[in-house]
């Protein structure tokens, strides 16, 4: 089982990640739902698209865009479609 943990919780966990360029996708369905708010943050990836970003919200603190995800990823990343990988101080393992 892999989990992220962020300020003192497990925020996602799953069996079923998918390994990119050493981040772990978890589904969208593995991350607690109530630590994820929507951010206006893009950036792009030349090969696998567009990603877009999550706010995390623990125990009171925000960690600004430390989630991410490929709503329309490109065909070669169609694997990480409908997953959350994370970073900015969030530990996976």
């Known amino acids: 089982m892999v989990e992220a943990r962020w300020n003192g919780a497990v925020i996602a ?4 990640t998918v390994v990119v360029e050493g981040n772990h996708y978890f589904p969208l369905d593995a991350v607690d739902p109530a ?7 893009t950036s792009g990836c030349p090969w696998k698209g567009t990603a877009h970003y999550y706010t995390l919200a623990v125990g009171g603190a925000e960690n600004r865009d430390a989630a991410w995800y ?6 070669k990343a169609a694997a990480i479609k ?8 969030v530990t996976v393992g």
Do not use: C, I
Not at 13 to 16: E, G, L, M, V
Not at 70 to 75: D, I, M, S, V
Not at 83 to 89: L, P, Q, S
């Open 35 to 41: 630590v994820l708010r929507p951010s206006t943050t």
């Open 13 to 16: 966990q799953s069996d079923d």
């Open 82 to 89: 409908g997953r959350v990988a994370f970073w900015k101080g």
């Open 70 to 75: 490929y709503p329309e990823p490109k065909e």
